[in-house]
């Protein structure tokens, strides 16, 4: 049997009929720009993210970038963020002018770990970026904590986390702002990039949709230096035609999760654990093994290719180097990198197939 590692052909398949007379309608409007199907879909994701304002983006990359530039994040100021993650957020940091502070995470859950935010303050800490990754949410009780008493912004990182709840809230509600990616592997993945800010804030709501258009509020009038930065009038029709089947398929990943979980119970692996008052929707289901590499290389040889992320913590990517960070330093991440292995997760994934992966994987352990 093979089970590839992602399935995007099987999801078009499930929604082609749905999906090809929005994009002919989509097309046939020939209304491309911030059009009826953004607007539409902001409202749609602001009520689904327990929010009032989504601002369409043309990435989850700019959602961050905009959402720090709305903030006014200068140079010289410190934000804090993971090294065990996707370096887009970084990226954000660095576009500002201002420093990159790693936080090493915690070990069960991947996320950043409010005691190690705390040992990084500094005066000069504007924000602190927490990534909701794999699809659970950060600690957000202690990090906005933190953030009251050292009056810090929050900007949550939500692009691997679209429907999950932390104390019954959406992700991306507790910030300032939450920032969502619609990139086509995304839990809610559009058929080309796409991003959105989601906020309660009038005032950024308004900042951002400047900012997305070279700092404009009327045309030809440039208050704000801005960005092109738009969400695709086609990809929100289409992204609106798949909000409607989120929770169905965050419901069949978390329940794929939980036959995973089962099969390997007593195996020499650490699974993924969901901290309580949370719910996880599984963007990612990924093991820790002290086998990674002859685990991974086993299931490759059964049909069964799998991808390694993070293989190498951000502190330690040749583009940081100059922020003076060393093997070390950040321990579990680095540990993290070593042993993590995510295996195949989407929700076109047959019982028959997770069962086999489920087999191999105990099949490798003898
Ligand atoms: C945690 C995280 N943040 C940000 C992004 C950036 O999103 P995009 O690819 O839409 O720019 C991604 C993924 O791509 C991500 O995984």
């Known amino acids: 049997m093979q089970v590839p590692f992602l399935n995007l052909a099987a999801q078009y398949a499930s929604l082609k009929e749905e999906l090809l007379p929005v994009v002919e309608q989509t097309l046939a409007g020939a209304h491309y720009i911030l059009g009826p199907n953004v607007t539409a879909l902001e409202q749609e994701i602001a009520a689904y993210t327990d929010t009032t304002f989504g601002i369409g983006v043309n990435s989850g990359s700019d959602a961050l970038t905009l959402a720090l530039r709305a903030l006014d994040i200068q140079a010289g100021d ?8 996707y370096i887009a957020p970084a990226e954000s940091i660095h576009q500002m002018g201002a420093r990159i502070v790693f936080a090493d995470v915690d070990p069960k859950t991947f996320t950043i770990d409010p005691k190690e935010i705390a040992r990084k303050l500094s005066p000069k800490t504007k924000a602190l970026l927490p990534v909701h990754l ?15 008493l050292h009056k810090l912004e929050v900007v949550e990182d939500c692009a691997q986390a679209i429907g999950a709840k932390y104390n019954g809230r959406s992700v991306g509600s507790f910030g300032r702002m939450g920032c969502f990616s619609f990139y086509p592997t995304k839990n809610l993945g559009a058929n080309g990039d796409g991003g959105m800010i989601v906020t309660r804030d009038e005032g950024l709501a308004k900042k951002l949709k400047m900012l997305r258009v070279h700092g404009i509020e009327r045309r030809y009038f440039h208050d704000l230096h801005g960005y092109n930065s738009r969400l695709d009038e086609l990809q929100a029709a289409i992204l609106r035609v798949k909000l409607k089947r989120l929770d169905g398929w965050n419901n069949r990943r978390a329940e794929i999760a939980a036959r995973y979980t089962a099969a390997f119970k007593g195996l020499p692996l650490e699974l993924p654990v969901t901290q309580a008052g949370s719910t996880h929707v599984f963007h990612v289901y990924a093991v820790l093994s002290d086998r990674r590499d002859a685990l991974q290389q086993f299931l490759a040889d059964k049909g069964i290719p799998t991808l390694i992320y993070y293989p190498r913590p951000l502190h330690l990517q040749k583009v940081y180097e100059d922020l003076g960070y060393r093997e070390g330093d950040f321990p579990v991440a680095e540990a993290l990198s070593r042993r ?23 099949r490798f352990h003898g």
Request: aromatic share 8%; glycine share 2%; hydrophobic share 45%.
């Open 78 to 85: 410190e934000i804090i963020t993971t090294p065990f993650t």
């Open 134 to 148: 794999f699809g659970q949410a950060s600690p957000l009780d202690e990090i906005l904590k933190l953030a009251v």
């Open 340 to 362: 993590i292995l995510p295996l195949p997760m989407y929700p076109e994934l047959s019982d028959e197939q997770v069962e086999y992966v489920a087999a191999t994987i105990r």
